[in-house]
């Protein structure tokens, strides 16, 4: 994926090397005949050194509400999912007094591809379904940018997918040079053109590795998987964080914002019915972020088969979105898409990988 390097030693001239990521990842060429602009011996000895690998598509399931998602067979035959989600009528959500996330001007045009990292995850959160998997292995640079080739030739044409999140299958920061290679075609402009400000990696919090990511200077958005305010509940429900309890956790999102030089984190909050969902959790909550820039999105839980954890109630989910907009928080409620289809945060897995 060092197209430059890998461009010399085949003796092409540097430029070839745009050439080439202009084909594969702005106009999604699969072979390498069709690189009209490429001189013949190119033509004819890149095939010799390199394939364009694909993804299988083995399955697609579309949601009610419009989310579809697809499975798709690596070279060995595991399986990993993306899901496409459209923008939702935002006109008719903030007249139901819903907060929305986007500027008007982006409503009805925002098309977003959640994007799996790994096969499975190693982090165990409790209450996610692709933790069930355990950890099969970190998806190369080139399987994680194949999903968004990929989705992009089953959408209709005139559209285009304007945000790419990293919160499907896996912990990104646990892949970091395959997921950092990945974002940066993802964001140039001669490839997949994505604005910074339109792809979102989540992490749970591998806090030494934020720091990490923040050297690099990609300058995307960060979000962070908190989901409770005691080191006692956290550790309970995601055992990484008895490695980096929320202190450390918070000071490195402090330092995320200055070296990123991003104005502010996003929080995801998964409420879980009396597990975090009280309004003490609240106010710890408002606490914690204090003295962060930040926005949260409470995510009420997506029940799967087989664990034991509830969603909240309607009535506490208000409750505490309301005391944190009194406290001046900057809240979503992240309405749960695809639902239906098990596409939702947290619901991605593969069955035939046991
Ligand atoms: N491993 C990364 C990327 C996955 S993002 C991370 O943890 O951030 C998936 C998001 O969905 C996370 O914010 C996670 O907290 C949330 N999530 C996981 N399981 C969920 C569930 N069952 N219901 C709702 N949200 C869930």
């Known amino acids: 994926h060092d197209f430059p390097e890998a461009v010399v ?5 540097p430029y070839v090397s745009n050439q080439l990521i202009q084909w594969l990842y702005q106009k999604g060429a699969t072979s390498f005949e069709e690189m009209t602009n490429l001189s013949k011996s190119a033509r004819a000895s890149l095939p010799e050194h390199f394939f364009i690998s694909r993804l299988e598509k083995v399955s697609e399931l579309s949601s009610s509400d419009g989310t579809r998602k697809f499975a798709w067979k690596l070279p060995e035959g595991n399986i990993v999912e993306s ?3 459209p923008s939702e009528p935002y006109e008719k959500a903030v007249r139901a007094g819903v ?8 409503w009805g045009t925002r098309l977003t591809l959640c994007i799996s ?3 499975g995850c190693a982090m165990q959160c409790k209450f996610c379904r692709t933790a069930e998997m355990g950890l099969v292995r970190n998806l190369t640079q080139g399987e994680i940018l194949d999903q968004i080739l990929e989705a992009r030739r089953m959408i209709k044409p005139g559209l285009r997918i304007s945000n790419v999140v990293l919160m499907g299958m896996g912990e990104p920061l646990a892949n970091f040079d395959n997921v950092v290679g990945a974002i940066r075609f993802m964001i140039h402009s001669k490839a997949f053109g994505l604005s910074k400000r339109h792809v979102t990696v989540s992490t749970s919090g591998l806090v030494p590795v934020i720091a990490k990511f923040a050297k690099e200077e990609l300058g995307v958005k960060l979000a962070i998987s908190l989901n409770a305010t ?4 956290r550790s309970e429900l995601m055992p990484i964080n008895k490695k980096y ?3 450390k956790l918070i000071d490195a999102c402090k330092d995320y914002i200055k070296a990123a030089g991003r104005d502010r984190i996003t929080f995801e909050y998964v409420m879980i019915g009396g597990v975090n969902d009280l309004v003490d959790d609240a106010k710890r909550l408002v606490n914690l972020l204090s003295h962060v820039p930040s926005k949260v999105n409470l995510i009420p839980l997506n029940p799967f088969t087989g664990s034991k954890l509830k969603a909240p109630t309607e009535e506490a989910i208000q409750r505490f979105a309301q005391y944190l907009r009194n406290k001046n928080l900057q809240i979503n409620i992240r309405s749960s898409r695809g639902q239906d289809i098990l596409a939702a945060c947290g619901q991605l897995a593969s069955k035939n990988v046991t």
């Not at 030693?9 to 001239?13: M, R, V």
């Not at 005691?230 to 509940?233: P, Y």
């Open 117 to 119: 990292t790994q096969v």
């Open 9 to 13: 030693k085949l003796g092409l001239k």
């Open 230 to 233: 005691t080191d006692e509940v």
């Open 83 to 85: 899901v496409l989600i």
């Open 99 to 106: 907060d929305v996330d986007i500027p008007e001007e982006e």
């Open 245 to 247: 309890p929320i202190a």
